[in-house]
């Protein structure tokens, strides 16, 4: 029994950021060092990025509210502070996505037989995946599990997952939703990783609904998954709790590291080679991490179109990014193989083997 994604669908906070909005902001930050702001300059204008979406309206607006007081300096805000605008503001977006992503599979809200969430930028409970089976009207015994704190590469497990239900129970019907907040933790530092971070992230959520029955539209058929840690890069990328909100180390190994592993990595996935794959769907972790994965694996430019477009576009969302790249893949590549990756803390590598079908007839026959 094959599982499908038969829809893919998103949702960004109203409120859109300049890259030389946010730039200027953290420049303007008393106390800053003249080391500081070169590394601000640097990593902004180099970012790849454009615009991101934020439910921090004040970084765009100039008003004062949590994080910011009038004249733009940031607070310095507790985490319980910014987990107290997670929980306003994360369910929210969770719900209009995966209220799209409903509609757009053609699939009743009292069909779904699971819920599963992805998030790493707060908690709170009742969360993001009650509020979808309230606000959406979901049957109350719908089954939620939330992926909590795996970071950028969240979505995979939580599509492993429903791959799983879907081949237990052929008519299970699994609404997957990630949601990041990831402008919450801004900060004022010096602390390169820090600055790398915050030029970096933004805030989004995505939907993707999942079932082993016939598809009404163009969807992906889940043909396999991998897991792995690139060798001697544990300490490289972490996402951790401190007292004044989420701290991520970013080391600028990373990218290097990446290039260097990713090839074999991913050959139990592609043992064909990447010239037999019709569509990649990598990650934007940041505009160098695409430049090594395109350069390791020999890929021409066309095949990291969707990853920097949405990173020009929307920055970095973490674990929701990687389904807004392959939301644009979807509406693109007719048919075809796609193999899909992302990079989370440890520095673990999640990725997928997908195939594009076309729609099914109504005899149920492949069109």
Known sequence: MTARILAI????????????????????????????????AT?????????????????????????LEEGGRIRPASTGERNALYARHAA?????????????????????????????????SPGPDLALVQEL???????????????????????????????ADPDAVVLIVCVELCTLHLKATDDPEQIVAMSLF???????????????????????????????????????????????????????????????????????????????AVHPGGRSIVDHVQDALELPDAAMRHSRGVLADHGNMSSPTVLFVLRRLLAEQSDGSVCAMAFGPGLTLEAARLRVEPPSRADGEAA
Not at 43 to 67: K, M, N, P, Q
Not at 100 to 120: F, I, K, M, Q, Y
Not at 144 to 156: D, E, I, N, T, Y
């Open 9 to 40: 669908e998103t949702a960004t906070p109203p409120a859109v950021l300049s890259q030389e909005r946010a730039r200027d902001v953290l420049l303007a930050q008393p106390g800053l060092s003249r080391l500081g702001s070169r590394l601000i």
């Open 43 to 67: 990593a902004f204008d180099s970012s790849g990025i454009d615009t991101r979406a934020t439910v921090v309206e004040s970084l765009v607006t100039g008003g004062d509210d949590e994080l």
């Open 92 to 124: 929210p977006l969770a719900v209009e996505a995966g209220g799209r992503a409903l509609a757009a599979a053609g699939v009743d809200p009292s069909e779904v037989t699971h819920v599963v969430t992805a998030s790493c930028t707060g908690f709170v």
């Open 137 to 167: 009207g979901l049957r109350t015994g719908t089954a939620r599990l939330h992926v909590g704190f795996m970071g950028c590469s969240a979505a995979f497990p939580a599509l492993r997952t429903a791959d799983a239900i879907c081949r």
């Open 202 to 280: 933004a805030d989004g959520a995505a939907a993707a609904v999942v079932a082993a029955r016939p598809a009404t539209r163009r969807s992906l058929a889940i043909e396999g998954f991998l897991t792995g840690v690139l060798p001697d890069s544990i300490d490289e990328m972490r996402w951790t709790i401190g007292d004044g909100g989420f701290l991520m180390r970013l080391s600028s190994r990373v990218p290097g590291i990446i290039g260097r592993s990713i090839r074999e990595a991913i050959a139990p996935l592609v043992p064909e080679g990447a010239d037999a794959v019709g569509g990649w």
